[in-house]
């Protein structure tokens, strides 16, 4: 995780983080810079604060179920100057998605490997 996320200040429920994405097959990284806020133990937010589109807000929620804990996500991504915004978007949000789905299984699998522990 070290090489792909660098934090540039912390407080005490929030950092301010760079994130390195591979891109181009690998060859290439795209950094962006979000906020990350917790409100522990059941919540992270994240807010971009410099990336390849105006706006992206997400978060996660973590609800205790008799089963387990529920993970809930939730992501917008905004564009600007219209059509070719939009293409923008349709370029950039695949990435995000698929970013969003690696970083979701690495969680679970993490999770899963300390529950076993217990």
């Known amino acids: 995780m ?7 200040e912390r ?7 760079a994130h390195r994405t591979p891109v181009a097959g690998g060859r290439l990284a795209a950094t962006t810079v979000e906020t990350v806020r917790f409100t522990r133990p ?4 994240f807010r971009l604060v ?10 996660f929620t973590l609800t205790e179920r008799e089963s387990g804990t529920r993970l809930v996500y ?7 100057l219209w059509r070719a915004g939009q293409w923008w978007g349709g370029l950039v ?13 690495a969680v679970r699998q993490e ?4 529950s076993r522990l217990r």
Request: charged share 35%; hydrophobic share 40%.
């Open 50 to 59: 410099r990336g390849p589109v105006p706006a992206v807000t997400e978060s």
């Open 11 to 17: 407080g005490s429920d929030m950092v301010l983080a």
């Open 42 to 45: 059941e919540r992270v937010d």
């Open 93 to 105: 949000a695949p990435r995000w998605e698929a970013t969003v789905a690696t970083s979701l299984a």
């Open 74 to 80: 939730k992501g917008e991504l905004a564009t600007d």
């Open 111 to 114: 999770a899963e490997r300390r």
């Open 2 to 8: 070290r090489e792909k996320v660098t934090v540039l």
